[in-house]
């Protein structure tokens, strides 16, 4: 598993949870993570995974400090959350996200404020915001 490059791991449904307990020291190399079911948390080994270009989170419904762990990887390119947030509020702040060519939020149901800091989709050429039903308030 040393030289493993992507790594898919799915639920059968999206209410159920994930079980990751085992991944303690995931593959140095992994430039392509997917995680299709409910988490807690995104466990801290993801913040050691330097190469790591993609990144599909769906129906983990993750909170506010672990999207936080994905603003911060240096060559992430390609985030992508359908049902993978579950908070009121998320806050793109400047200098997270540096290097990205697409963000995709999706489904974020529970979404009702977007704070968006100037300059912090600065480089990013597309951005999906679609079916996030209750947001009434982004700037």
């Known amino acids: ?15 159920e949870f994930l079980q ?17 079911g409910r988490l807690s948390t ?16 769906q129906w983990t419904r993750i909170s506010y400090h672990s999207y936080k762990i994905l603003g911060a990887l240096p060559k992430l390119l390609y985030p992508y959350l359908y049902k993978g947030y579950d908070g009121g509020e998320l806050h793109l702040e400047e200098g997270h996200f540096q290097q990205l060519k697409y963000l995709g939020l999706l489904a974020l149901n529970g979404l009702n404020r977007l704070v968006i800091d100037k300059g912090a989709l600065y480089n990013t050429p597309y951005f999906d915001m679609v079916t996030n039903k209750n947001l009434v308030d982004a700037n």
């Open 1 to 15: 598993m040393a030289y493993l490059r992507s790594l898919r791991i799915s639920s059968i449904n999206e209410d």
């Open 20 to 36: 990751l307990k085992s991944l303690s020291s995931p593959p140095s190399l992994l430039q392509n993570l997917r995680l299709h």
């Open 42 to 57: 995104l466990h801290d080994w993801i913040f050691n995974l330097e190469n790591l270009v993609r990144v599909g989170l």
